[in-house]
């Protein structure tokens, strides 16, 4: 077998080992410096946003929770109130048939009753945080219907105005009365009930409300937590929508350790072509030393597709987290 002189393979297998080194070198301080800071941003983004909706959730439930309290027991007297009205108009038709058999006394103790009740239906719901962020946040009122959203009577609507079910209007005679007592107290005249399902609805699905009414540990978190590494708007932003933030930056994540690994298989492989290429010098034998050579650039390719791997994915990564978070809309009820 022909021996020859390994002097011409050297300073190719020098100079690949150098750039094999160099290469090797830029790799780990990608991985080390910026790879590394940009994995601590995600994972801390992704802790703020899980963090941030398990307080958000907690805050909707106290909120719905004492709400819903008080719209059962204002729903009550609600109907309490009906039933007054359908005892006032029996009594009169009663009378009808039975003159003088209830008095204007008997007349005036339903009038009374109603008067007490409808006072404590009011001031139960204007307790409410629904009440308090359609009048104070919305500016909804009896003079505008309680207009939201563009819609008249969304989330509180005046019963005086659209008495609703199977009950008759309420009797003039007590409309009369109780608007007396108001007008004399300087109270509004209205009688409010929440829709309660929009609201339940309407919190679900517009964060930025927690920042007004509530406990607000959700909004307090993120107000302490938010960084200019991500914008997070409040506004139309649901809980579902910020569980799917969420579940799309642990992708995120998910691609930086896609990247590390290509990186990581990058440095085995060139390590592993750098050791073949030195190789490749120590043998006497020609065939031998082509057959390290080749073995060795076929494994150096390998390396830069490992490489181009995680270059293409490092460049989709700003944008896919831009394309992660933004202002977005949703349906109303």
Do not use: C
Request: no cysteine.
């Amino acid at each position: 077998m022909s021996l020859e002189k390994p002097k011409p393979y050297t300073k190719v297998v020098i100079i690949s080992i150098v750039l094999i080194t160099i290469f090797s070198f830029g790799i780990l301080v990608i991985m080390s410096s910026w790879l590394q800071t940009e994995s601590t941003r995600l994972l801390e983004t992704t802790e703020v946003l899980d963090n941030f909706g398990s307080l958000a959730a907690d805050d909707i439930q106290v909120i719905l929770q004492e709400d819903s309290a008080k719209y059962e027991t204002a729903y009550s007297n609600l109907n309490e109130l009906y039933a007054l009205n359908d005892k006032y108009r029996a009594m009169i038709d009663y009378n009808q048939t039975h003159p003088q058999n209830y008095t204007q006394q008997d007349f005036d103790e339903v009038k009374i009753d109603f008067t007490v009740k409808m006072r404590t239906v009011n001031f139960i719901v204007q307790s409410t945080s629904v009440y308090e962020y359609s009048v104070n946040q919305l500016g909804a009122g009896v003079s505008n219907n309680y207009a939201n959203f563009g819609f008249e009577f969304y989330l509180i609507n005046n019963q005086l105005i659209r008495y609703a079910g199977i009950y008759e209007m309420i009797h003039a005679d007590i409309l009369d009365y109780v608007n007396a007592s108001f007008v004399t107290s300087g109270d509004s005249f209205e009688l409010p009930k929440i829709y309660f399902e929009k609201w339940t609805y309407h919190l679900y699905n517009n964060l930025s409300i927690l920042g007004t009414i509530g406990p607000g540990k959700a909004t307090e978190y993120i107000i302490h937590k938010h960084t200019d590494n991500f914008d997070l708007p409040l506004v139309n932003l649901s809980l579902s929508q910020l569980a799917s933030y969420h579940d799309k930056y642990i992708l995120l994540l998910d691609r930086v350790d896609a990247i590390y690994q290509d990186l990581n298989n990058t440095l085995i492989t060139l390590a592993l072509a750098g050791v073949l290429m030195g190789f490749a010098i120590s043998f006497e034998n020609i065939t031998h030393r082509r057959i390290s050579m080749i073995i060795g650039l076929v494994i150096l390719f390998l390396s830069i597709f490992y490489f181009t791997s995680a270059f293409v994915t490092l460049l989709s990564l700003a944008a896919k987290e831009a394309g992660i978070i933004g202002a977005q809309g949703f349906v109303f009820l």
